[in-house]
């Protein structure tokens, strides 16, 4: 129930209070599993820190702690997190022409960061020493695809390279000029964004011919060498410490032609064994326990189904902090998932995902979690989505985009995280899945399907 959760959580609560009052923050934290190369306060930056920040607990927590360690000022000229600059500047370049008005005469670079990651000013500043500032250059640990890929929208040249985000990624100022002066004209060609390190690279070799330069100093494990770790940061307190299984509900939607395939498969893997697990379906099938929605199905969208689940949930918040929506080609790590909802406040409107945006340029756009790779919502989050006057556009409309543009309007943040997926493992390059911490993948219809050494069903 609620009230045992509450309870089961209550020492953890204080314990955070207690933490936040009297931390003591070590200039040199790390992974506890990574030994990094330390870090010190510069008396002087020639640089801009820009944070890849997002609204929520964990995320705060993790940006003051960086200010702390780094020696930054709340507000500092030289230290800005982009999520303050509104939605769409995870995209990184729409917020081009925000990051000029930041700049210094002195300032020679832009370092993109995540919360997560792990920043050594010494080495950082040893390596852009090296690079000529008055140039238009693109520094990061370079990804490249194999081949074609859905989520690239099938570019097919595998010798482009692209940031990987985790690792932070740097421009030249002379590059930020450029590539914001160039913006007016390139925004409108915008509708989606699905990978935001992919098409960063691109609105920047669109616009100013400019391709990223790999150096390994952007790292992606720890080394003496590294001016960047990805994931490097240790985890901020957690606000639950303890979060089961019991206490999130699971909603999976499916069809009747996919109980026997698809459904079967949930049901022996990430399903198998839930508390409060319900299989939403157009008909009732007892030998897969699905329930009948009533609700025709469409061959997308989904949207009037999505909604039905949501209605079911509203008699269920006042007991259960957090709830999920999967499709029945979703793979799940459940174990991950609890790991990462420790960290967030359920109290606070909270989506939870994969992210995407949709109409960047203009009035009407927003992000949006992807349906595919699960969506999860916090108590609080369900309980303003019901408030609120949102309804379907239409009954096949999509209902991961709904629920974006709905969320956009009643103001509950979209928060991405990594370790969802949209598409199947091979659709990511290797080099990205084998640091990310995988939580979930889509197109999963069978166990060879989603198969990976480091992705578990369960503990």
Partial sequence: SGLSFIMRNAAALLMVAAAVATRVVALDSCAADAACPGSAVMEERDYLVAVLSQVGRPHAERVRVMREEWGYSAPDSAFVELHTFGDFSWTVFAVFPRLLEHLQNTTKWIVFIEDETHLVPAKLEEM?????????????????????????????????????????????????????????????????????????????????????????????????????????????????????AQDIVFAVKTTEKFHRTRLAHVQRTWGRGLPHVTYYSDVEDPAFHTVATGIPNTPTGHCAKTQFILRKFRKLTDTYPWFVIADDDTALSVPRLLDLLKLYDDGQPTILGQRYGFGLTRPYGYSYITGGGGMIFSRAAVKAILASSCECWQRDSPDDMWLGSCASHIGVPVVHHAGFHQAEPTAYTPALLAHQPLLSFHKCMSEKDCTLPRFKYSS
């Fill in 128 to 244: 852009l020493g090296e690079y000529d500032h008055t140039r238009p250059l693109f520094l990061g640990h370079a990804l490249r695809d194999a081949g074609p890929t859905i989520i690239h929208h099938y570019f097919d040249d595998p010798s482009f390279p692209y940031p990987d985000f985790s690792a932070g990624f740097v421009v030249s100022a002379a590059l930020l000029r450029a590539a914001a002066d160039r913006y007016a004209q390139h925004e409108t060609k915008v509708d989606f964004v699905i990978d935001p390190q992919y098409e960063l690279a691109e609105y920047l070799r669109d616009t100013t011919t400019t391709l990223l330069t790999h150096d390994a100093r952007f790292c992606t494990a720890a080394r003496d060498t590294c001016a960047t770790i990805a994931h490097g940061r240790p985890p901020p307190t957690p606000y639950a410490t303890v979060l089961e």
